[in-house]
């Protein structure tokens, strides 16, 4: 089950200082709710270059319902000067046989003072969280997504990096990472928090449901595939009063979203 | 009167036509007996099996090392480690010659081809332990592309299914001078209508239990097929067919899903024969909506030209069925068994069928209840509704004017079947009473004067479907593997109580119960004394099993033909005894008289007699008993007119299903009561598809509807309560008069639903609404109609 | 499916049953009815390591008027709730409501607060707490608390309670007489969930509308009030008016896709559902 997301927000410091901590896994990966960064290979310390690959895995809990995803991903590109990266993670359940791979974009670009971030994720889920048409697991790939720009957002805009940045240390307990996953709405900590409420501009997309195959096509003759607008879409969180988390913007079914996630993580730990 | 129904008179008593109870339901329902799940053996294993969650996947590494080291685990293997033993899993019906029947292993080797496919599976000491050592078997998978449309699967340049491409077969029936017909009509009618896939759902999910003594075999499965699947299993796995038993048990339901051979029975047995210890595998709801074959799925484009009075001149059909990924024991045959559906009960002067099978990366399709007949049947009368429509006919009246007539029969349809018999006007004229038609018809109008948000709309669908699946000369000449004929031994025990021994493989039909009343009335013995034996091929050496609405007007013959030969015996036994001449001996209710004297034996004495033997004719085999093999000349034609009234909420799409009238005409009746509960079954199956069920595939071949939360099946809240009446018209085909009901219901009742929802918005100018109509779908088709004419 | 294994304990007490969960640790769930948890085990979703299961705790069940409201324990099935008297006398909504659960058979098995404590937003029984503000008794080692419906569902499947904590009952308020109620589910199959539910009690004298409220199922994460809706039928006369206030009903509202429909369909039939329980509650007032 493949699906889209877009994430927009801004930041009020300057792309030069934005650049270098999207590039520091180690503060980046506490930004993904339930995610453990196990190891780092190539690059350097403190840069990270394309071929950079992590290993990692990521817990995601949504009430009862928990998947928890192992694997690795590699930064693919790394354009210093388009203030571009992108990488490419790939997960496996750690109890079942289903996939995660994910493709995620981030372009950063000056804004006077600030800088605007743009996040494309692409994800696609096989297995049995893909295989719902309830929205069971469709609730929680946008939800960590969101979560994760949110956090990031925070992130970026510093003043919560010893926050996250505590979380972050290589090879933690998993079950700190778990903790923090499961604590509704604490997401990583009090990044999550302040990401809901720092970011009054952060846009999401939501893909439109995922089409139906063929000849068993789930819209009838007519129906239009994708429901609103991006605008329509376009979801101001702080507009959003009294909701007690961020919306989760795609109730795009699969969950697994999670994976996206897998932006810093992943590769079979468990291979040895 | 036929010669038929003299001989139905001449069982003579009072059991055939009894609306009696069921004698298996009893242990049926309590669950009390040996559902194959319930069997334990000493020192059995369990199997798990590792499932792909790839649509289309080259699989790169396969590492089942880790799952062995969890507790409990006696083995793990790939399909490459049975690569050597596994071999292919049969397809029985190749269509054409030119047929693509790919390689199909049971468990897959380099490549995985949809979702659920077996990759790897693992043994242990209980099911708790196989499953979770699943989650340490390591697969690496690289995609491929998947293919999930069967339009763009035969596009140029389509990924590909298997080297061979997607296109499995092309088929094609014509009859008459098509072009002619089309030339100049009046009225072209031209759609379009999809068949949904759908989720076979028996009640009993699969199970199996192989074991072996290290010589020979025993399988357990929860099959419709243990004859069919001896042969088919002996000639996949090499174990000679004299050393392999099959039994299926009480089997709770299958739909013609269980009509398979499926990769579970052959890597069962490959395993026991592998470890030498009895092995079982049940499969989970999900499991089985991911893995059981799925029925219909085809994209029918079909053309009608009419006159303009609205007789029908030619009927064109270009049919894509989609095959799935593999081609199963009798996939490409089914849309096989609807071509010659097309032109249902109607005459006409043309008829162009073509058939394309085609390849996707789901999960195989085969036989699905009706198979091949519904599809053909809602084609044909959701068509003949838009006729009506297009004319401006009522649509009752358009069905009149090109029916087949009662005068007319035996009639061969352009389709070149023979049907031997049929009243539809009988059938018709009686569900339009009980329904009310033209009152509805009134209530329609007024509330389409009324702009009443909730609509009214009436479905009919007079149907004829053929069944009975057997002519073995037909099969053949269609390319069909095996025959069609049904086998039964009949067999009287010292004590006079009898046994049944019958090649039909019930799961759920109510066979025993059945064939005791034939039985009762024609060997004159009570009901309670006869048992049915079933489902063993090592009891019941013969059979070709229960599918397709053959079991009575087949295999119920076969039992009338082995009782007849009893008598027989039993007369001249009798007429020893009696020291009179076999001529002059009567039968009657179980007696044997010499005719014009008060000196008559029991059957039951007979059969003591010629238990003891002390005193029986010269050169008498001292046997009571008889086997009779029956293979008809024809298949049989049910028919009916099902009426059905609808309520549109065209606020919210929703629908109701007001009233539902069905009159069918399945020949002459054994028991009332299984065949009313086969006709309400089937209108349910039937409404289900009409409204509910889906099997959905996302873009990526994810199944979504693996639960029944989201693969909806009515129950009976959903669901109107069924008025329901016959005509008998007898069949001529075979001596009982009966014709087969097993499908009638679902065959019939899809078409008169969704006929009904387009029925009561052709106002707001629906000419179709997809199955299944959701409210979803309804609403938007009305507010895409909406948005036109504005 | 078969679950993986987890540990069972049984309670009998409610003080038991916190100390077993707290010292099952944060991968216990409480388990009552099983209708919902069950589900997720079976299809290997949920790896709770332990199951503390309270059906055998009797504090937990069983409806009381406490006076200006009324008590549902937590372990109270649907069945029973369906057919207390004193909820079909007091709160009737709750009544309507829970008998559409499922079937039968999920009724007598599936309890009360288990479906509230799911935190399903497809669930009947949310939109009904949070039209009703009933309030959520939730005890823990240290102590007890009570949590109002709008601050008990916090997103998908994620309620209030904390790990360690029990949900042990709800207190329904009276509302009083003179309201009418009706809960409006639509949905494709009686089994299924609903693809969106209205629950409404509305206060009417003499022919207008005082006072409604308005609780939706399944239009977001968590259940919601149609608060624009409520604003609008205030004051309003029980006639065309309804319909254009329940016009308001998808206003601020987040409606999942799934396979039984689209979010914009969702919109479309929470303001047509919620006219028609507008209607219904109007035209019924109690007492």
């Known amino acids: ?272 | 009167m036929t010669e038929q129904i003299k001989e139905r008179e001449a069982l003579g008593g009072a059991e055939v036509g009894r609306a009696r109870r069921r004698k298996e339901d009893a242990r049926l329902i309590t669950g009390r007996t040996q559902w194959t799940d319930n069997i334990q053996l000493p020192g059995m294993l369990h199997v798990a099996f590792l499932r792909s969650p790839m649509a289309h996947a080259r699989i790169t590494r396969v590492d089942a090392s880790g799952a062995l080291a969890r507790p409990g685990v006696v083995a793990a293997f790939s399909g490459a480690d049975l690569a050597g033993e596994q071999g292919s899993l049969p397809c029985a019906w190749p269509v054409t010659e030119d047929i693509v029947i790919p390689d199909h292993p049971p468990m897959a080797v380099d490549e995985v081809r949809y979702v659920g496919e077996a990759v790897a599976c693992v043994v242990a000491i209980d099911r708790y332990a196989a499953a979770d050592a699943l989650e340490a078997v390591e697969i690496d998978y690289e995609p491929l592309d998947p293919v999930l449309d069967m339009t763009e699967a035969l596009k140029e340049g389509s990924p590909k299914v298997h080297e061979a491409g997607n296109k499995s077969f092309t088929w094609k029936f014509a009859e008459g001078d098509i072009d002619a017909a089309f030339r100049d009509a009046p009225v072209v009618i031209d759609r379009t209508y999809v068949q949904q896939r759908l989720i076979p759902s028996a009640m009993e999910p699969r199970a199996v239990v192989a074991q072996t003594d290290g010589d020979q075999f025993t399988l357990h499965s929860s099959t419709q097929i243990p004859h069919i699947l001896r042969v088919m299993l002996a000639l996949t796995t090499g174990i000679p067919e004299h050393k392999l038993r099959v039994i299926a048990p009480d089997v709770g339901g299958g739909f013609g899903s269980k009509l398979q051979v499926t990769a579970e029975e052959v890597l069962c047995l490959l395993l026991t024969r592998r470890m030498g210890k009895p092995v079982k595998w049940t499969e989970s709801r999900s499991e089985g909506n991911l893995t059981v074959h799925h029925g219909r799925d085809q994209l029918q484009h079909i053309r009608l030209a009419a006159e303009s009075d609205g007789r029908v001149r030619a009927v064109q059909v270009d049919l894509l069925a989609d095959m799935g990924a593999y081609l199963m024991l009798v996939t490409p045959g089914i849309p096989l068994l609807g071509a010659f559906m097309y032109s249902g009960i109607y005459k006409m002067d043309a008829y162009d069928f073509t058939c394309t099978g085609v390849f996707t990366t789901k999960m195989p399709t085969d036989a699905y209840r009706g198979a091949g007949r519904p599809e053909a049947t809602y084609a044909i009368e959701r068509v003949m509704d838009e006729l009506a429509a297009e004319i401006g006919v009522d649509p009752m009246e358009v069905r009149r004017r090109n029916w087949i007539e009662h005068s007319e029969f035996p009639y061969t349809t352009i389709c070149n079947l023979t049907y031997d018999s049929g009243n539809y006007e009988a059938a018709t004229e009686r569900a339009l009473a009980l329904f009310g038609y033209d009152k509805l018809r009134a209530e329609q109008a007024d509330r389409r004067e009324r702009r009443d948000p909730v609509q009214l709309g009436i479905g009919i669908s007079t149907y004829t479907e053929m069944c009975g699946l057997a002519p073995s000369r037909v099969l053949g000449s269609l390319s069909y593997g095996a025959g069609g004929w049904e086998h039964a031994d009949v067999r009287m025990l010292p004590t006079g109580k009898v046994e049944v021994v019958t090649g039909t493989s019930p799961h759920g039909q109510g066979h025993e119960t059945a064939w005791s009343q034939i039985v009762a009335d024609s060997l004159g013995v009570p009901y309670e004394d006869v048992a049915v034996l079933h489902g063993d091929t090592a009891t019941s050496h013969k059979g070709m099993d229960t599918y397709g609405s053959r079991s009575l007007a087949v295999g119920g013959i076969a039992v009338v033909r082995a009782c007849d030969k009893v008598k027989e015996k039993a007369r001249h036994v009798a007429a020893h005894l009696l020291e009179a001449s076999p001529d002059d001996v009567e039968f009657s209710e179980g007696r044997f008289q010499v005719r014009g004297t008060g000196a008559s034996r029991t059957i039951q004495e007979i059969a003591l007699a010629t238990f003891a033997a002390h005193d029986l004719p010269d050169g008498f085999e001292p046997r009571l008993d008889a086997s009779a093999t029956f293979d008809p000349d024809s298949f049989s034609f049910p028919h009916g007119t099902h009426l059905c009234a609808v309520e549109v909420d065209t606020e919210t799409g929703a629908t109701a299903i007001r009233s539902y009238v069905a009159v069918d005409d399945v020949g002459a009746v054994v028991n009332p009561l299984i065949v009313e509960g086969q006709v309400h079954g089937g209108i349910a199956q039937g409404i289900a598809q009409a409204l509910f069920e889906e099997a959905v595939y996302d873009v990526d071949g994810n199944l979504l509807t693996t639960t029944m939360a989201d693969y909806l099946l009515p129950s009976a809240a959903d669901l109107p309560s069924f008025v329901t009446d016959r005509t008998e018209t007898p069949a001529t085909t075979n001596p009982l008069g009966v014709k087969g009901v097993g499908e009638a219901g679902t065959i019939a009742s899809t078409p008169a639903v969704v006929n009904a929802i387009v029925d009561a918005l052709r106002p707001y100018g629906v000419h179709d609404v997809r199955m299944p109509c959701t409210p979803e779908r309804v609403w938007r088709t009305l507010r895409s109609r909406e948005e036109e004419s504005a | 499916m078969i679950p993986a294994s987890f540990d069972y304990l049984r309670p009998s007490t409610l003080d038991e049953a916190l100390t077993m969960l707290a010292e099952a640790g944060e991968d216990a769930k409480v388990l009552a009815g099983g209708h919902s948890l069950l589900p997720l085990l079976r299809l290997r979703l949920a790896y709770p390591a332990a199951l503390v299961d309270v059906g055998r705790v009797a504090e937990l069940r069983g409806v009381a008027d406490r006076g200006d409201h009324v008590y549902i324990g937590a372990t109270t099935t649907h069945d029973e709730v369906v057919h207390s008297p004193i909820v079909k006398e007091h709160c009737p909504l709750v009544a309507l409501a829970t008998a559409t659960v499922a079937d039968p058979a999920v009724r007598h098995r599936g309890t009360f607060g288990g479906s509230l404590a799911h935190a399903d937003p497809a669930g009947d029984l949310p939109s009904v707490a949070v039209a009703l503000d009933m309030e959520f008794v939730v005890h823990s080692p240290t102590g007890r608390r009570t949590v109002p419906a709008s601050g008990f569902f916090l997103d998908y499947l994620e309620s209030a309670l904390e790990p360690g904590e029990i949900l042990a009952g709800v207190r329904v308020p009276k509302l009083g007489p003179g309201w009418g109620f009706h809960y409006e589910k639509f949905h494709r199959t009686a089994q299924a969930w609903a693809t969106v539910g209205v629950a409404v009690a509305v206060r009417r004298s003499n022919g207008t509308v005082e006072e409604a409220r308005v609780g939706l199922t399944n239009m977001g994460p968590i259940p919601v009030r149609a608060s624009g809706v409520e604003e609008a039928v205030r004051g309003a006369e029980a006639g065309e008016s309804l319909r254009e206030a329940a016009g308001r009903a998808d206003e601020g509202t987040d409606p999942p896709a799934d396979l039984h429909a689209q979010p914009d369909y969702r919109r479309h039939l929470a303001r047509v559902l919620t006219h028609r329980a507008l209607l219904s509650a109007a035209a019924h007032p109690t007492g």
């Not at chain 1, 927000?9 to 901590?21: G, I, L, M, N, R």
């Not at chain 1, 896994?25 to 709710?33: D, F, G, N, Q, S």
């Not at chain 1, 079942?96 to 670009?109: D, Q």
């Not at chain 1, 997309?205 to 607008?229: H, I, K």
């Open chain 1, 1 to 272: 089950m493949a699906m889209r997301f877009e994430h927009e927000f801004t930041v009020p410091v300057p792309v030069e200082e934005a650049w270098p901590v999207l590039l520091d896994v180690e503060r980046i990966a506490p930004c993904l709710p339930g995610a453990t960064l196990d190891a780092v290979e190539g690059g350097t310390a403190k840069g990270t270059e394309k071929g950079t690959a992590f290993t990692g895995r990521m817990r995601v809990k949504v009430g009862p319902i928990t998947v928890t995803y192992r694997g690795q991903a590699a930064f693919d590109d790394v354009d210093e000067d388009a203030r571009t990266l992108s990488l490419k993670a790939s997960g496996k359940e750690a109890r079942g046989a289903g996939t995660a791979n994910a493709e995620v974009t981030a372009r950063l670009a000056a804004e006077g003072g600030r800088t605007r971030v743009r996040v494309e994720t692409s994800l696609n889920v096989t297995g049995r969280p893909a295989q719902f048409g309830r929205g069971v697991m469709a609730e929680v790939g946008g939800k960590i997504i969101d979560r994760f720009a949110a956090n990031l957002a925070a992130l970026l805009e510093g003043g919560r990096e010893e926050a996250a940045h505590a979380k972050a240390g290589l090879g933690e307990a998993a079950t700190e990472a778990e903790r923090v996953a499961s604590a509704v709405g604490a997401a990583t900590g009090e990044a999550a928090q302040n990401g809901r409420h720092a970011h009054p501009d952060l846009h999401v997309v939501r893909s439109p449901w995922p089409e139906a195959a063929g000849s068993v096509d789930t819209l009838p003759e007519g129906g239009s595939r994708v429901y609103q607008t991006a605008e329509e879409e376009a979801l101001d969180l702080l507009k959003v009063a009294g909701a007690p988390l961020m919306r989760r913007i795609a109730p795009v079914m699969g969950a697994l979203a999670a994976l996206a996630v897998v932006l810093y993580v992943v590769r079979r730990l468990l291979r040895r």
